[in-house]
């Protein structure tokens, strides 16, 4: 009797290996074979699947970006059941704020891909919808924590964008960073710098 092969678990597989061929050797080289290759199947399978790379990467972006997503709001569910300006709330924030950082192995995998497929949205047109939807969503989660942190800034739309860009400018940088030197830019050193910038938040909800 034929093996009934599940459809999501097979694309989740191929996406799994378009992740390691970009951590490991970047998003040039995430062609239908070589996807194929790493995950051990024919081209004609993965194909049955994604008719072509780029609807394969389009996906791949939109996983990534899921996955990053669902951490976020993970994290900030368990942030807004704190009490402010306990040791709680701030541990609850930090560890919000590294789900945007590559401090273990499978956050490294997604935020080199995530960056990889953000970098290339800017000349390739096919990763603009994807992109701008991944701008969106975490802009939406950090603008949520701005007010969780600081209440007042709700009713200043202006004061909060501000502020959500340029935390998500110091995340972007600190995620970067650590990347490409990790050696210097700790976990530990993440921290710091994210306690560095929140203390310079007007709140009640932080401070201890």
């Known amino acids: 009797m034929p093996k009934i ?27 239908l074979r070589e996807v194929a290759d790493e995950a051990g199947l024919a081209v004609g399978s993965v194909r049955h699947y994604f008719s072509s790379s780029d609807e394969l990467l389009v996906f791949s972006f939109g996983a990534v970006i899921d996955r990053i997503a669902a951490r ?5 569910s368990v942030a807004e059941d ?27 995998v997604d935020a080199c891909v995530w960056m990889a497929f953000r970098h290339a949205a ?6 603009a919808a994807e992109a701008e939807r991944s701008h969106r969503t975490v802009a939406a989660i950090v603008g949520r924590l701005i007010v969780l942190l600081s209440p007042g800034e709700a009713d200043v739309p202006h ?8 935390l998500l400018a110091t995340l972007d940088g600190l995620c970067m960073h ?9 976990a530990e050193m993440c921290s710091d710098v994210l306690l560095a910038h929140l203390a310079a938040f007007d709140t009640a909800g932080m401070a201890a």
Request: proline share 4%; glycine share 6%; hydrophobic share 45%.
């Open 159 to 166: 004061t909060l964008v501000t502020e959500a860009e340029r």
């Open 82 to 108: 704190t009490t402010p300006g306990t040791a709680e709330r701030q541990s609850a924030v930090l560890n919000l704020l590294g789900q945007f950082l590559p401090l273990d192995e499978e956050s490294a």
């Open 72 to 76: 976020l709001e993970a994290a900030l």
């Open 5 to 31: 092969v599940d459809a999501e678990a097979r694309r989740q597989e191929v996406v799994q290996a378009v992740f390691r061929i970009i951590a490991g050797d970047g998003l040039e080289r995430a062609s």
């Open 178 to 186: 650590a990347l490409l030197q990790p050696g210097w830019m700790t």
């Open 122 to 127: 800017r000349i390739k047109e096919v990763f």
